[in-house]
């Protein structure tokens, strides 16, 4: 097995900093909604849930630029045709809801009433959309579970590719991995 990754070192960052800041949101929120009626931090953490969910927007567009720029791995050779149509599925509605989740969060809670300052220092401006929030909120929740789900899937196509196929799939986004292995 060679050692050295496919995968740009970009592309690695940007895919491990993406699922802990995803992770991240959903403690977060569970945090938020767990605090007692007129907790005085409630704003700060939704502050911080809003700031992070922008960010995570930003990074999700770097990461589609380098996929769509950058060559990358092609998917083993010996996965079935069902297989690699539920891993690029998986991995094109990722990115769908990547972009879907966090804008529409931006549309239905950043209005010009009510503002947001990235992280407390920038000042981020409504988007226009924000006449339907009640809509873009269902769609906020309803596309966050999705990614939910999704990611149980995806770590599960992760594990069987490592344990059960035997496969680099895993270890090309896990170099550490890889060094010790190779
Ligand atoms: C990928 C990024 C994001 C993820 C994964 C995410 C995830 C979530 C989840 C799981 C919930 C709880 C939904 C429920 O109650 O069932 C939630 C609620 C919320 N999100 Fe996000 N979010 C993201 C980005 C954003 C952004 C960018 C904003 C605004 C700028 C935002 C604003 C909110 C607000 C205000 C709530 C509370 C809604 C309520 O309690 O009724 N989110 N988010």
Known sequence: ???????????????WL???????????????????????????????HKSTGITILALTLIRLIIRLTESFPPLPVHMARWEVILARGTHILFYLLLLIVPLAGWAFAVTPERGLDWYGVLPIPALPLSGARDVLHDVHEIAAQGIFYLFFLHVAGALKHHFLDRDDVLTRMIPALRRTRG
């Not at 097995?1 to 895919?15: E, F, N, V």
């Not at 005085?40 to 939704?46: A, E, I």
């Open 1 to 15: 097995m060679s050692k050295r990754s496919p995968y740009s070192s970009a592309a690695i960052t940007l895919h």
């Open 18 to 48: 993406i699922a802990l800041l995803v992770i991240g949101q959903f403690i977060g929120i569970q945090y938020a909604h767990g605090l007692p009626e007129g907790d005085p931090s409630t704003g700060t953490v939704y502050m911080i």
